[in-house]
């Protein structure tokens, strides 16, 4: 039996963040009064309100106002007594109780809960299928699908808007409800100081209009000690962080034949080659254009590409995506600007199930979880969005993965070498290691260095990104659209190549196309309370599978969680444990991982004769009691001695 890697059990907490708001308030005025104010004239029109309201949650010893980077970068300037502008993300929560409450019925962003059960024969086709408990044909569950597919698509669009609309209660209060509200006049007189800067002014609009989250900002250290000043006197829940910006950065790849060290063209392409399943491209600096393309009818620019500092990282990702799935609707997306919440990524000709991040910011402390990672955990599970992400490239000088790479939800992806001496080794630049949040990363590994053009982990996602299109577009793939958590559980579960290296650099395997499209049980859930069907700590779900012999499995639990939870409290919001046992009732197998959102386990029939295993779901923990249960387990199934 294997046994997942072992976890850290600990968040690492830096000690100057361990700051009472007595304390951050007495600092505020103190350095105001010793190194004065520019800005004091506008900035006078801050309002405190007398008797803020109670805060509703107790904020972890973590849930500090100011990061780490952005406080470095304050206490150097100060201690020069210099008060230059830095470049900041001030973060919003946009569920907290001081925002404006949303004009949607929450109904209506719901999606009717869901448990799908099918299986897989080692030939590729589809046994069987159970819908919540019944058993359905094929036509009548892509009939059924369809329709949640619109479903999920119109509550996406409202999801668009009820963000922007939150967006700009905070940013923008109406006259209305500064008439009415004490606290959206306080906020107005914050945003009139911190807009009267021209810069900050277009992030303001651009914030509003894609209802980003959170709005960059140029600000001085004495702005951002009123800034902390405002929100602590007025316990203005809406802002929980200012963090430092980062810029978007892409990392060179190369281009070969792809499809053939994955697999594709053997195991891949006879089933499915991305036929109508979208994939949206995201990049640092330029989109390729319709020309560079070759007039590829099947590509289409998502936003407007800048005109500055291109490069051609984005026309190789675009040809690795082409590659791997070869009727696939790519979609290209410039990360500064994209629109994440627009309404038109649901009302697109070719869907889009799947977002290929090759990009990533370079942020000086790598550990840390950043809004970036928040904002793309969150497109996997609110808007079910499968988020395939580049480990980075600084595996040799440091060894933490970048954002948007961090996040549990994100399926990372590490790169192995494929034409050199170190043949299916973790190339020694992948990006590895946990971020602060204590999940394990890269999730599994791909190719690389195929040709001497370049190397990077900026191909190796795009690659993975396609391969997951091909089971899109193959005759069992709507079992696996708009659902994340079985998309990762198979992914993972397949990924039985082997690859030098260590877990802790290769993740649990490398990818693998044969695996990902033959042979497995697939089981998943979809509803909007975890606790509806785990009440309790130990409470649990079993399921049953038959092992032929002579024949190992990869046992794979996932489940997703909400991205603004992670980045408020620095840990999951749920911890589920997997067991598996054998006809006579003898454990087997377990995996239970503090900090991670899948476990897996492999276990072995060495028999002569099939045999039946119990597959046990546990509930250890749960933290986040509104968390939604987006969950899949994903038994798949190999001969001994194949990868």
Known sequence: MKKIRSKKTAVKIDASQKVTAGFLIACSVLLLAVFGYSSAASLSAIVTIANPPARTAVVSPGNYLIDADVAAMMSGLEASKKDDLIKVNIVFDLDAPTVKPSSISKSLLAVPDEVLENSVDENGRVVSVKLN???VSAAQFEAYNAEREKKIRAKNILYSRDRKERTASILAPSAADVSISAMANARKGLWTAILSRTQNQASNALAIKNGAGYLTAELKPSEIRLLQQYVLSNNDQSIIRVEKWAPAVSAATPLANVSTHLGLD???????????AGILEVEALDCPTVAETGNDFRYSLFSDPPTNNPDDHSLRVFKVLRETAPFSRIYCAQVNSIDLNSESLWTLFSPIYSISASHAYAIADYDEYKVYDR??????????LSVFGAA???????TY??????????ITVGAYHVNSSNQNAIASYSSYGDPETGTSKPDLSSISDITDIGQGTSLSAPAVAGMAADLLSSSHGSYYKYRPARLKAAMMSS??????????????GGANAYGLLHGRYNWGWYANSLSAYFPQNGSYIDRFMILSPKTKANIVLTWLNEGDFIYAHKHLGADLNL??????GALVGSSSSLNNGYEMITIQNNGTAAMRYKIRIKRLSLSDGDMQLRMSLDAHYFGVGDN
């Open 133 to 135: 408990g019944v058993s």
């Open 401 to 410: 993965v970048t954002s948007p790479s961090k996040g549990p939800n994100v």
């Open 266 to 276: 053997t195991y891949g392409f006879p089933f499915g080659q991305g036929l109508n």
């Open 375 to 384: 904002d793309f955990d969150n497109l996997a599970y609110k808007r079910e």
């Open 579 to 584: 067991e598996v046992y054998n006809a006579r």
């Open 392 to 398: 980075g490239n600084n595996g040799s000088s440091d």
């Open 495 to 508: 990924a039985t190549k082997s690859v030098s290296g260590g877990s802790n650099k290769v993740g649990v």
